[in-house]
């Protein structure tokens, strides 16, 4: 490990998360698949709450397969935008590496249901033959802004 | 070529788009100009559509003089904010690059009519002398918002 | 000075401004302090004026534990969504540099007045120990849409 290999694993990263971006608002699924391990975690921070004193997380999805239907079937059939900014990635080993990312997404449904979300990726990677990969992403968020016909109160949805 | 030397490349590409868009958005017309090679080409999809089945594409625009004419014909009145984000540069040669970006754009004209647009950007580089320039930029789009006094459907204008 | 020696820089400068944004946004303003140099100074030009005909610019606050204090008076009960882009950033010394981020802030107070801003930092950077910090931080405006119950006209606020 030195300066240079850092450098070098960071740049792999910003790539992993670019492609993540890009294939998950394109719907390549297939594609969007190979970003992730195949023991990979996925949680969800619901709630919007700087202290964290009323979050409420969802349960975490495990496993790079689980991760994508599960995420499939929520937007799947939504427009979405999803940008990332301003990573902070410390490469851990020669095989791991953790990332925080502050990230804005926006989602609409089919029935003109949209959110419009703040938030930070916290993440961890691992290298997997020479490709790096997303083995762990919690987001979580510091707004969302609702609109169009929910049903209830959003918040709670 | 080695990692090192696309590493300097990719930073000089990245600072390329920086001016880009920056020199577009505070209207230095001159220096915008000096992103392009002379015989850049312009292509905007309009249509959001993320399979392209109803996609609609303007006709190319050739050279950097024509592409600075045409954009400001259409914005030079409009307040604006372009941004990226997740560059993903490949360096092909000593000489040239390609590269894609997520971005977001408002555009408001004086008349109050304004876009909100989200999409990516699919770029050619080339390294004239010692300076990196665009030479060849697609517009496609994940998602364009309007709102304000549209005379008919901007979807189509 | 040189290249290799430039990328490190350029990278701790690009991690230093993402802690300046989640801290802020986190609201860990003993943490955001610790991204000032002591002698540091915040300039933000309030007025939306690309030539600047009509900018208008506050007093400059001087100093890292005033700048805290003046921006926590500001946003410290508002929800904040702080993010930067396509960062031009020079090195000039061992120990000197400055750098332009495009930025996109929205700020909510608990009344519901909320701004939704675009714009540019213009900064200056100094290595303190092993540490850079900022120096100089000024907030251009390309553009600032307000929402919610202002009292007056708030781009006179």
């Known amino acids: 490990m030195n300066e240079a290999s850092d450098i070098i694993a960071t740049t792999a990263i910003n790539r992993l998360k670019a492609r993540y971006f890009r294939y998950m608002d394109t719907k390549d699924w297939r594609a969007w698949r190979d970003q992730f391990t195949d023991d990979a975690v996925l949680i969800i921070d619901h709630a919007v709450s700087v202290e964290g004193a009323d979050a409420r997380t969802d349960p975490p999805i495990t496993g790079g397969d689980a991760i994508v239907a599960h995420v499939r079937s ?46 930070h990726y916290h993440e961890g990677y691992r290298l997997v033959s020479t490709s790096w990969k997303i083995a762990r992403l919690q987001l979580t968020r510091l707004r969302i802004d609702f609109s169009g016909p929910w049903q209830e109160d959003p918040r709670r949805v």
Chains 1, 2, 3 share one sequence.
């Open 74 to 119: 929520i937007i799947g059939s939504a427009s979405t935008v999803h940008h990332g900014h301003m990573a902070e990635i410390d490469i851990l080993s020669n095989v791991t590496a953790r990332g925080v990312w502050a990230m804005e997404d926006i989602v609409e449904w089919p029935d003109g249901r949209q959110i419009h979300g703040y938030g």
